[in-house]
């Protein structure tokens, strides 16, 4: 798992903020989850893991990219799908798997219990492992994505079934389940979020597109960031620059950071770190020698996902500068068409 998840998991890990995320992408914004009342527990024996300070829970290496809690008699669980190149094509597999062992984990404890104090009224509860009153508690898992690439996968099981003709009906009769997904770069509507998670989310939203970049220089939200935000941003939209000048744009009034004058001192810089970036991503996929119709729909998809200009996008694929020329008109003729 990257860095960004790393850094991800550690920020969600306060409570205000993991309450602020279920809030806006499960609740559709009520305040129903309390962070007061939130409880990290171990993912894999829902222990309680211990802490000092009530308010925010200790930092931890994430090892396996997720971040469960406990709230009153409920376990929310949030997954952190970076795969910015490969979009997870079996979610919703992940995801009915995971629940059914996080759900039979709950019985297995039961079960060893009841084992243990041999109180089993009949052979039918024992058979079970559980007595007829015993409940679960209920577990509810939020995949958070936070890559670049649109997400193209199954969103649900029945997005993954062949039905053929369909001609038995199949697919009306069908029992489907759907993860409960949020990808960050589909939110559009920011307003649900209460606490500075939503700066950070705003920006992972934009990332380095140059009309996004032109969006934070103007945005209000931006000119008072904490540190511990400024930092998880500067990693999550891969801007070191951010992080290491971060003394030039300190507010004077207060501990916090302006990243509108940020962007507006050093837009170039960023600019040039996100061409660097996408020049190395990008190369790996690419073959040394690609058609022009390769070419040109790497240079199409830079444009329509990342906001680049054409003569950006040439640049960041590799492509010699005395054939930008060649490539730009054939690009304004399929326009025109």
């Known amino acids: 798992m990257g860095k960004a998840n790393n850094v991800l998991n550690n920020y969600l890990s306060d409570k205000r903020r993991f309450a602020d995320l279920i809030n806006a992408t499960v609740y559709n914004g009520r305040q129903v989850i309390h962070p007061e009342k939130l409880r990290q527990i171990s993912s894999d024996t829902y222990e309680d893991i211990e802490y000092k300070n009530p308010q925010k829970l200790p930092k931890r290496k994430a090892r396996y990219g997720d ?30 798997g995971y629940m059914t062992a996080r759900y039979k984990k709950q019985c297995q404890i039961i079960k060893r219990e009841h084992d ?140 916090d950071y302006d990243m509108c004058t940020a962007v507006r001192t050093w837009k170039k810089e960023i600019i040039d770190e996100t061409t660097t970036r996408v020049k190395e991503e990008t190369t790996k996929r690419v073959k040394e020698e690609t058609t022009d119709y390769d070419t040109i729909n790497y240079v199409k998809n830079l444009i329509r996902n990342e906001g680049f200009s054409i003569e950006r996008a040439l640049s960041a694929l590799g492509v010699p500068s005395d054939k930008h020329s060649y490539y730009a008109a054939k690009l304004k003729t399929m326009a025109t068409k």
């Open 116 to 255: 243990k104090a041999k109180d089993y009224a009949n052979y039918s509860e024992r058979f079970s492992g559980l007595r007829k009153g015993d409940k679960l508690l209920p577990v509810h898992v939020l995949w958070l994505y936070h890559g670049e690439k649109k997400w193209d996968g199954p969103r649900s099981l029945k997005d993954m079934m062949d039905f053929g003709s369909d001609t038995d009906g199949m697919s009306e009769i069908f029992q489907d389940y759907r993860p409960h997904l949020v990808c960050v770069n589909e939110i559009d509507d920011f307003d649900p979020f209460h606490t500075e998670l939503r700066k950070l989310l705003e920006a992972i939203s934009i990332k380095h597109k140059e009309a996004g970049l032109k969006a934070i220089q103007n945005n209000e939200n931006f000119r008072h960031v904490d540190e511990e935000t400024l930092e998880a941003i500067s990693v999550m939209i891969n801007t070191p620059s951010l992080w290491k000048n971060r003394s030039a744009i300190r507010n004077t009034e207060g501990s």
């Open 67 to 96: 971040l469960a809690m406990r709230y009153e008699n409920s376990i929310i669980r949030v997954f952190l799908e970076e795969n910015q190149d490969t979009i997870s094509y079996i979610l919703p597999i992940r995801d009915l």
